[in-house]
């Protein structure tokens, strides 16, 4: 089993940055593929970043790309999401997530999931 617990969200005016962390407990962290997805109010979730066990492979969704960077420091079993120049359609609960193996972008394929923190970019 795998804890994940994300902290960091919260009300940020457009044009302004965050940065999302996420905890990790449990089995070895660095064993795990990691991923950050949102999910708007009545929509589904969606794939945001995934980096790779080690931290030198990263993957984004095109709208998230050249503004936010994922990284993870597996000393301190904690995964990170910074957000810069934050646009109102970026507001969404944010879910950390770890999966055995290699990348993805499918929600399907993460074994482990946080509860999630809220973001709202105000206009």
């Known amino acids: 089993q795998v804890q994940l617990v994300e902290s960091g969200g919260g009300l940020v005016q457009a044009g302004g940055s965050l940065r999302l962390s996420c905890a990790a407990s449990?089995?070895?962290?660095?064993?795990?593929?990691m991923g950050w997805f949102r999910q708007a109010p009545g929509k589904e979730r969606e794939f945001v970043a995934t980096i790779s066990w080690s931290g030198d492979i990263a993957y984004y969704t095109d709208s998230v790309k050249g503004r936010f960077t994922i990284s993870r420091d597996n000393t301190k079993n904690t995964l990170y999401l910074q957000m810069n120049s934050l646009k109102p359609v970026d507001s969404a609960i944010y879910y950390c997530?770890?999966?055995?193996?290699?990348?993805?972008?499918?929600?399907?394929?993460?074994?482990?999931w946080g509860q999630g923190t809220q973001v709202t970019v105000s206009s």
């Open positions: 997530a770890a999966k055995s193996r290699g990348l993805s972008a499918q929600t399907t394929t993460y074994n482990y």
């Open positions: 449990g089995r070895t962290f660095s064993n795990y593929a």
